[in-house]
Structure formats: structure tokens, C-alpha cells
């Protein structure tokens, strides 16, 4: 590795998605980026697992936010990597799920770009697709719904978001970082003309030890994150799909199927 203060030293950043949580689920090449990596750069949801590929020669840091301190701010970030990029060294950049699905991977590939250093991402499994698979719920499914969306719970202002449209009958709406507003959720979501008995599944810390997939009906989305005490990490997903995803939601599922069918002859 080459010296921080050598201004001629060139180096790389790879971009890595590390998946929901489970080691299994990275990829052979986030796997191949680690064992190459001179420096570790991760956020929080990391499971030390996924840090155990990198040698043990490798600095590992964490912008992760601490007891006593807040995230380091995205410029902060950009400007680590970079310093440590222009020494030459291989900086994997380990993300959660995938860089690219409310990661922030778009603003740091500018920012290395714009400082003119080579960059490449790889593709992890975003928590939605992990959690979903784990929990035996088809975010979509020929019967029941044919468009998926992903939506942030509370990025950028939730209220000046807008989601019409995208949660109903054949569709699946899933929301990111919703536990805090779960109950705003639930309220937007029916003022946009969902129905209150919309089928809703909370996934928390999906393929993690602990892992917990919570079912409910969507007037009662905020008060079951309260009763059950539902943690970040968690995905909602609202949708017919909910139905799905155990033995006993498909037999009802079947019942409301059949029902259908019966108004539509
Ligand atoms: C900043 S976003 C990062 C998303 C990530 N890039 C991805 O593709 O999954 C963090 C949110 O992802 C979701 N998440 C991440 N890991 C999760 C897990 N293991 N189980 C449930 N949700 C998870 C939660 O909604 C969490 O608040």
C-alpha cells in the first residue's frame, strides 16, 4: 500500500453490495473485491461474517453511526475514500443489501469519478429480495400482483413523497426505513385509496439471527410495529402478495381468490 501523503499513488474503489445480512447471500465477486481489499470501508448492518473476508492485513472502518456519535456526514465519506484511493490502496466500500437501492452508491461513484479514479460496483441482494425469499413471500406472482415498487419510509420528507398509485389490488408497494413512521405510512397510504384490509407483512432483520416476519392488515400497521416492538432493520411490504407468504395466508389467500372469481362470473 502506498503511502497517504504519495500524491501519484493510484489506487481503486470497488463498491460492494453485502446483502440483508447473511453471509450466503454475497456474491462470488463481492467475495473475490474483499480478498483484494487493502481497505474496508462499511456501514453499520454489516454482519462481522462479511468483514471476515477481507485479510486480516486490511484496515477495516466503520462510518457507522456510534452510541456517541451521528454517521460521518456523505462528504466525509467521499473524501476518506478518495484520500485513501489516490494512495493506491484497493478500497472496498461495503455496503448493505445493494449500493445501489438506497445506498447512497449513486453519489459516491460521482464523487469518485469527479476525482477522477477508477470505480467499479457490485450488485448485492437487496434487503427487500433477501427478507421477501426468507419469509416465502413472491413480491410478485401471476395471480396477484404484477408490479413492484420500492419506496424510502423516510428519506426525504415522507409527506412530500408521492406514492399514489403504487400500493392496491396487483400491485406490491415496498417501503425502506419505514419503522419510525409506519403508522404515517399507513395513514398516507389510505388517504391515497388503499384499503384499510390491505394484507401488510413487517420483515425485521431479515435473514439475521432473530429474524421475525409480522403479518397484519394496514389500519393496524402502526399499532402492531408498537405492540410487537419492531427494530430497524425492517422493510413493510403492502400487498395481496402478504397472503402468500405462509400455510395458513394461502389458504386464505385461495378463500379470497375464489371469492373473486365468483363476483367477476
Ligand atoms: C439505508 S437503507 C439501505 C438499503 C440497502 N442498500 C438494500 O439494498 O437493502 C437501510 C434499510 O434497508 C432495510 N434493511 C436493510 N437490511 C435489512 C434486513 N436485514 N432486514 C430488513 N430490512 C433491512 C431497512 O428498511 C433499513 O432501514
Redesign the pocket.
Known sequence: MASLLDPEARGRVILV?AG??DPGLLTLRAVDALRSADVVVHDG?IDPRVLDYAPDTAQRISVAKKRDRHTLPQDAINALIIAHVKAGSVVVRL?????F???RGGEEVEAVRAAGLPVEVIP?V???L??AAEAMLPLTHRDWSSAVSFVAGTCKGLSEQDWSGLAGQGRTLVI????STASMIADKLMADGVAPDMPVAV??????QG?RAMRTLLADLGDLVEREGVE????IVVGEVVLLSDAQNRLAAFAVQAERMKDEA
Open positions: 453490495g440483508p445480512g448492518l455496503k448493505g443489501g445493494d449500493p437501492v438506497f445506498g448485492g437487496s434487503s427487500a433477501g427478507c425502506y426505513m419505514g419503522v420483515l425485521e432483520k431479515g435473514t439475521l429474524s430497524s432493520p425492517a422493510i
